[in-house]
């Protein structure tokens, strides 16, 4: 599984983390390609089913990042986000799905760096997981 | 503070149960009943709204069936504003639907007395039908005369509903009015539980609950959080790996049949309903020509694991959604399994309390911290 590069769908809030995928840009901070980001005003406002959706489209892992708790632009998004994923988690687990490939991370506008290196470990993560088992399990 | 009474029966439980009924109606405490009655072809017993009390004849709020959960119907007759007052005869598992919905904004309790009777258990409308067509008694009092012991059997040949046969919640918490009945010598007596305000206009005469009453509840309740934990167990050893739910899902033709049954999935415009899922041929060639092939109609499993991460917070049990199957997917067990544990996540008990709030819609700064953070 050498040559396996994960694909990651990563669900990012408008004003934290996204943010910080832009400054690891602008600061020229190296991180793997295998992310495809798509942006959201706030991590709150992500219906699970577009994770699922994601999953079951054969994606290896789904990154969500959001606003530091208290620091929610919408003041409380993150914390509901967190209890979704939380839920969420619990559902896939239970359903025999590996509930890793799922993150929740808390990334703030000026931590491109933490970004960066947070892209790094999914990454890493994910190639020792190895592809999505629906990958080759065909549809659903 | 509600009290004990007790309600002598003569001539009849169901007699008893209607005449009661019938003084709510004439002392004025309510302008109109939701209450389960008799179908004139017997085959059935569905919920009617009645204004006129001459018509309760043939009420019986402890049949064997369970065509909706009425939680559906109190959220009809009031999340607009009821116009008048409503007394909805309920089971326990309406009861706690209802208490959902309310907490969901869809019902309102408002101008509602609410009232509970034990639930004995329920057979599938199909299989009701059939016992009522070969039986020459009735199924309620048939039920009815094991009630006492704690014990309650199906009919020879036929099983109560998978949901009723895990209920470990046969009597109905949190309501206005009760009728019990498990533990209870129901040919001579109904214990009615009561606000002190109901009881005067009733005239009611104060009782202690009998000994037997407790034993009884506790026995019924043991049987059947036996029988859950044994399905619990099962559909948990069942569904393990990515294969195993595929396998399990795999009869589901998404008719959402589960979800039009379900008492507390509420969304007025649901997303399954919605453009994003209504998906344009050439979708379904991309779909198709990436992955060499895909499954028709697509898009099932997602259907039911949205549906569970919507849901399994207010899931109240009641295996709405396992009846209304055509393909007799384990969605009762499923959701109810998943539903207790992530629900204990927030130590939420769906239908307790209306002032418990949804977990959805709240958050405690201090819960989950380890999600979020680098481990």
Same mark, same amino acid.
């Given at each position: 599984?050498?040559?396996? @590069?994960p694909?990651i =769908?990563a /669900?990012?809030?408008?004003?934290?983390t996204y943010?910080g995928?832009d400054l690891?840009?602008?600061s020229? =901070?190296?991180?793997p390609?295998?992310?495809h =980001? =798509?942006?959201l005003m706030c991590s709150g406002?992500?219906d699970?089913?577009?994770?699922l959706?994601?999953?079951? @489209?054969g994606?290896?892992?789904?990154?969500i990042?959001?606003?530091?708790?208290g620091?929610?632009h919408y003041?409380?998004?993150n914390y509901k986000?967190?209890?979704r994923?939380g839920i969420?988690k619990?559902?896939? @687990?239970q359903?025999? /799905?590996?509930?890793?490939?799922?993150?929740?991370r808390?990334?703030?506008a000026s931590e491109?760096?933490?970004?960066?290196?947070?892209v790094? @470990?999914?990454v890493?993560?994910?190639k020792e997981?190895?592809?999505?088992p629906?990958?080759e399990?065909?549809?659903? | 503070?509600?009290n004990?009474?007790?309600?002598e029966v003569?001539?009849g439980?169901?007699?008893t149960m209607a005449?009661?009924l019938r003084?709510?109606?004439?002392g004025?405490?309510v302008?109109?009943l939701?209450?389960?009655?008799?179908t004139?072809?017997?085959?059935?017993?569905v919920?009617?709204?009645?204004t006129d009390?001459t018509m309760? *004849?043939?009420?019986?709020?402890v049949?064997?069936?369970?065509p909706?959960?009425?939680?559906?119907?109190?959220?009809?007759?009031?999340?607009?504003?009821?116009v *008048?007052?409503?007394?909805?005869?309920?089971r326990s598992?309406?009861?706690r639907?209802?208490?959902e919905?309310?907490k969901?904004k869809?019902?309102s309790?408002d101008n509602?007395?609410?009232?509970?009777?034990d639930c004995?258990g329920?057979?599938?409308?199909?299989?009701?039908?059939?016992?009522?067509?070969g039986?020459?008694g009735?199924l309620?009092?048939?039920l009815?005369a094991?009630?006492?012991?704690g014990?309650?059997?199906p009919h %020879?040949?036929?099983?109560?509903r998978?949901?009723c046969?895990?209920?470990?919640q046969p009597?109905?918490?949190?309501?206005?009015?009760?009728?019990?009945?498990?533990g209870l010598?129901?040919?001579?007596?109904?214990?009615?539980?009561?606000?002190d305000e109901?009881?005067?206009?009733l005239?009611?005469?104060?009782?202690?609950?009998?000994?037997?009453?407790? %034993?009884?509840?506790?026995?019924?309740?043991a049987e059947r959080?036996?029988e859950?934990?044994?399905?619990?167990a099962e559909?948990r050893?069942?569904v393990?790996?990515?294969?195993s739910?595929l396998a399990?899902f795999?009869r589901?033709?998404r +008719?959402?049949?589960?979800?039009?049954?379900c008492?507390?999935?509420?969304?007025?415009e649901?997303?399954?309903?919605?453009?994003?899922?209504?998906?344009?041929s050439a979708?379904y060639?991309r779909?198709?020509t990436?992955?060499?092939?895909?499954?028709?109609p697509?898009?099932?499993?997602?259907?039911?694991?949205?549906?569970?991460?919507?849901m399994?917070t207010?899931?109240?049990?009641c295996?709405? +959604?396992e009846s209304?199957c055509?393909n007799?997917?384990p969605v009762?067990?499923?959701?109810?399994a998943? *539903?207790e544990k992530?629900?204990?996540?927030f130590?939420?008990?769906?239908?307790?309390s209306?002032e418990e709030?949804?977990p959805?819609?709240?958050?405690r700064?201090?819960?989950l911290?380890?999600?979020?953070e680098? %481990?």
């Amino acid at each position: 599984m050498d040559d396996f @590069e994960p694909r990651i =769908i990563a /669900f990012l809030c408008n004003w934290c983390t996204y943010a910080g995928a832009d400054l690891a840009g602008t600061s020229r =901070i190296q991180y793997p390609p295998n992310i495809h =980001i =798509i942006r959201l005003m706030c991590s709150g406002a992500l219906d699970v089913t577009y994770v699922l959706k994601a999953l079951l @489209e054969g994606a290896d892992g789904v990154l969500i990042g959001g606003c530091h708790p208290g620091d929610c632009h919408y003041q409380n998004g993150n914390y509901k986000a967190r209890r979704r994923v939380g839920i969420l988690k619990s559902i896939l @687990e239970q359903m025999g /799905f590996d509930d890793d490939r799922v993150w929740l991370r808390w990334i703030s506008a000026s931590e491109g760096q933490y970004f960066a290196d947070t892209v790094k @470990e999914m990454v890493a993560s994910l190639k020792e997981k190895g592809p999505n088992p629906l990958r080759e399990l065909g549809g659903t | 503070m509600n009290n004990n009474y007790r309600l002598e029966v003569k001539d009849g439980v169901l007699e008893t149960m209607a005449a009661f009924l019938r003084r709510l109606l004439e002392g004025g405490m309510v302008d109109a009943l939701l209450v389960p009655v008799r179908t004139p072809t017997g085959d059935n017993v569905v919920q009617t709204l009645i204004t006129d009390p001459t018509m309760l *004849g043939n009420v019986d709020p402890v049949a064997p069936v369970l065509p909706v959960n009425s939680a559906r119907l109190v959220s009809d007759l009031t999340a607009t504003g009821a116009v *008048g007052r409503l007394g909805a005869v309920l089971r326990s598992c309406e009861v706690r639907a209802l208490i959902e919905l309310v907490k969901l904004k869809q019902a309102s309790l408002d101008n509602v007395v609410l009232i509970g009777v034990d639930c004995l258990g329920t057979y599938e409308m199909n299989d009701y039908a059939e016992l009522t067509a070969g039986s020459n008694g009735n199924l309620s009092t048939d039920l009815l005369a094991q009630a006492k012991e704690g014990h309650i059997a199906p009919h %020879e040949g036929h099983q109560f509903r998978v949901a009723c046969q895990m209920c470990e919640q046969p009597v109905p918490q949190g309501v206005d009015l009760a009728l019990g009945l498990i533990g209870l010598d129901t040919a001579r007596e109904i214990l009615i539980t009561a606000s002190d305000e109901l009881a005067e206009k009733l005239d009611l005469s104060p009782a202690e609950v009998p000994a037997a009453r407790q %034993e009884a509840v506790d026995a019924l309740v043991a049987e059947r959080t036996a029988e859950r934990d044994r399905r619990f167990a099962e559909i948990r050893q069942r569904v393990v790996d990515m294969p195993s739910l595929l396998a399990e899902f795999s009869r589901c033709i998404r +008719c959402h049949n589960c979800m039009v049954a379900c008492p507390v999935c509420y969304c007025k415009e649901c997303i399954f309903h919605t453009a994003t899922f209504d998906h344009a041929s050439a979708q379904y060639f991309r779909w198709a020509t990436r992955k060499g092939s895909i499954r028709m109609p697509t898009d099932t499993l997602i259907f039911q694991l949205t549906r569970l991460n919507h849901m399994a917070t207010s899931c109240v049990g009641c295996g709405m +959604c396992e009846s209304a199957c055509p393909n007799d997917l384990p969605v009762a067990t499923i959701f109810r399994a998943v *539903g207790e544990k992530v629900q204990a996540l927030f130590d939420y008990v769906p239908g307790r309390s209306l002032e418990e709030e949804l977990p959805v819609a709240t958050f405690r700064e201090d819960e989950l911290t380890s999600l979020g953070e680098r %481990e």
